[in-house]
């Protein structure tokens, strides 16, 4: 081991746990480029801003179509984990990852079989706080480079956001599984996860497809939303599809990239084949099918909705924005910092013709101090998925318990059955409401998003497409 990239790792902990985190962010880059800094100068920096929600893809839609495969047929899924503690990363076969492409963002090194993974990302950001932003992909970096410098686990004090005490993992119940997987189509190849609650014996089940922010991870994502343990009250079964940084460099959904916003293309044919594998290979309710995300996930969330309107009979969006808001970087940043332009997505239609006029039922979370995503966009998800249609609306409000306050707008139809749910968590800023503090980007002040999603899910049924539609 070079003792200069341990005693670099060594400093730039040191320095994130001070709260310099433009300086660890500093020192991390010339660790991650193989670079000593000379005379303090700032490390160079990845080629175009990275917040959570957008980041430069590493490759064009062309190269990203040649795919990543580690190892394995298509939708293929091994590996239980059962009744034992979480593993930190998926357990899949260690890819090759294609050449820097020109950007200067750095790539990961892995290494075998559940290795962590080493992202860049952290630097250069320009948009939200540094407890939402920059801290933890400070973090989530020095995880990695910890561990490749045998240094043991690295933990910062607080979990999701900073202050708090970290929440070990919830060990899965007797009789669960939490499975590894891979799916393969024309687009490419997505690792995934699935939770299989304890109370599955191969009868009809809801699916619900949840999809994670920047920088995140299937099992983070499943830590900080808490979803598993909702889901095994329920009877769900629970789909986590994970970006990967070959796609896009801090592991965001591309859901600006106008390749990634259309039916059987891109991205959004890897998630609806991930969730039609998972269909064919249990007892899935095909009228009980929803998907839900948060950040960049809660706007490919809001994609999946508008182009599969007859796959997902429901949607939930927290912290993202809606279908068609972005065609390229500049707008997608634009409509994050602003809020999305209304013509714009008005004019966006779902993408099945005689699906055109119904609405996709939605439930919308957004924090109002948000200050990486605004929280007009959540606006935006809501006229979005009325469009035009005829509803009534009413509010009310609550309290979470020794938590935030919130409004929940709720818009119902003629027969007086809620189609649209808008909760406003007040203080609130880009994280998961309620989440846990063992997963990034989370609140636990706020009202359990998880929770409210399911039951909202629950109260709705799609039209029923099979798993081979």
């Known amino acids: 081991m070079d003792n200069g990239f341990r005693d670099r790792v060594l400093e730039a902990t040191r320095l994130t746990r001070e709260g310099r985190l433009m300086e660890a962010t500093a020192l991390l880059q010339t660790v991650l480029h193989g670079k000593r800094a000379t005379g303090g100068a700032p490390a160079a920096q990845p080629a175009g801003p990275i917040i959570d929600g957008v980041a430069e893809p590493v490759e064009p839609a062309a190269r990203r179509a040649r795919g990543y495969v ?56 320009p948009a939200g706080t540094l407890d939402e932003t920059i ?47 891979t799916f393969t189509n024309a687009a490419g190849s997505r690792p995934y996860k699935l939770y299989v609650p304890s109370g599955y014996h191969g009868q009809p089940v809801p699916l619900v497809v949840m999809l994670h922010g920047c920088t995140q991870s ?23 599809p994970e970006q990967i940084p070959a796609a896009n460099v801090s592991k965001c959904w591309n859901w600006f990239n106008p390749d990634d916003q259309r039916r059987d293309q891109g991205e959004p044919s890897l998630i609806a084949g991930i969730t039609r594998h998972v269909m064919g290979a249990y007892c899935v309710d095909p009228r009980r099918v929803y998907v839900a995300g948060m950040s960049a996930g809660g706007a490919a969330a809001a994609v999946m909705a508008a182009v599969y309107p007859d796959l997902y009979a429901a949607v939930g969006v927290h912290s993202g924005v809606a279908h068609g808001a972005a065609s390229d970087m500049k707008s997608a940043f634009a409509a994050m910092r602003h ?64 938590g935030h306050a919130y409004t929940v707008t709720l818009h119902t139809d003629g027969r007086g059955d809620t189609v649209l749910e808008h909760w406003l968590v007040r203080g609130a800023g880009h994280a998961w409401s309620g989440g846990s503090k063992a997963g990034s980007f989370t609140d636990p002040r706020g009202p359990d998003a998880s929770r409210e999603m399911l039951r909202f899910f629950l109260q709705h049924r799609g039209q029923g497409v099979t798993a081979g539609s």
Do not use: W
Not at 98 to 125: Q, Y
């Open 70 to 125: 580690p190892g394995g047929a298509s939708g293929s899924l091994a590996g239980s984990v059962a009744g034992s503690a979480r593993r930190d990363e998926p357990t899949h076969a260690p890819q090759d990852r294609p050449a820097d492409s020109g950007n200067n963002a750095p790539h990961a090194s892995e290494g075998g079989s559940g290795s962590p993974r080493v992202d860049g990302g952290a630097a250069g950001t």
């Open 339 to 402: 809020g999305a332009k209304r013509d714009v997505v008005a004019n966006r239609r779902p993408e099945m013709g005689g699906q055109g006029s119904r609405i996709v039922p939605a439930i919308v979370f957004h924090g109002d101090r948000d200050s990486t995503v605004h929280p007009s966009n959540g606006d935006a998800v809501i006229a979005q998925a009325i469009r035009g249609g005829r509803l009534t609306e009413r509010e009310r409000e609550g309290v979470a318990p020794d």
């Open 218 to 240: 299937a099992d983070d994502f499943a830590a900080g939303t808490r979803m598993n343990a909702v889901a095994e009250e329920r009877i769900c079964l629970v789909a986590y």
């Open 135 to 181: 801290l933890p992909r400070v973090a989530g970096l020095l995880r990695g480079l910890a561990d490749k410098a045998g240094l043991g686990r690295f933990h910062l004090p607080g979990g999701g956001l900073p202050g708090g005490s970290v929440e070990p993992p919830a060990s899965l119940p007797d009789g669960a599984q939490f499975l590894a997987g």
